[in-house]
Nanobody, 117 residues
């Protein structure tokens, strides 16, 4: 059973920064891809950023240039550095790990971020 535990959410003023962490049980090298998704109130869950086992990254257009996804294989953890935060970034952020391409993967319970002035 794979467990993903997100942390780092909180309340940040617009323009601020925050770093989210997702700690996985076991070696993250076994996952084809890991990523962050978010779900804002009343909206569907959407992709934020992904990173493959080879280190290739992809981002939603809305966060390009502001968010950075990274991984620390030694700590079995991925991160999402969020800069220049906006109120519209407010959402529950979920970590996902896909064992192979096309799989639904495993989900964490989420961590909540609120961008508020």
């Amino acid at each position: 059973q794979v467990q993903l535990v997100e942390s780092g959410g909180g309340l940040v003023q617009p323009g601020g920064s925050l770093r989210l962490s997702c700690a996985a049980s076991g070696n993250i090298f076994r996952f084809y891809q890991m990523g962050w998704y978010r779900q804002a109130p009343g909206k569907q869950r959407e992709l934020v950023a992904t990173i493959t086992s080879g280190g290739s990254t992809d981002y939603a257009d809305s966060v390009k240039g502001r968010f950075t996804i990274s991984r620390d294989n030694a700590k079995n953890t991925i991160y999402l550095q969020m800069n220049s935060l906006k109120p519209e970034d407010t959402a529950v952020f979920y970590c996902n790990a896909k064992p192979f391409a096309g799989s639904v993967g495993y989900w964490g319970m989420g961590t909540h971020f609120t961008g508020s002035s």
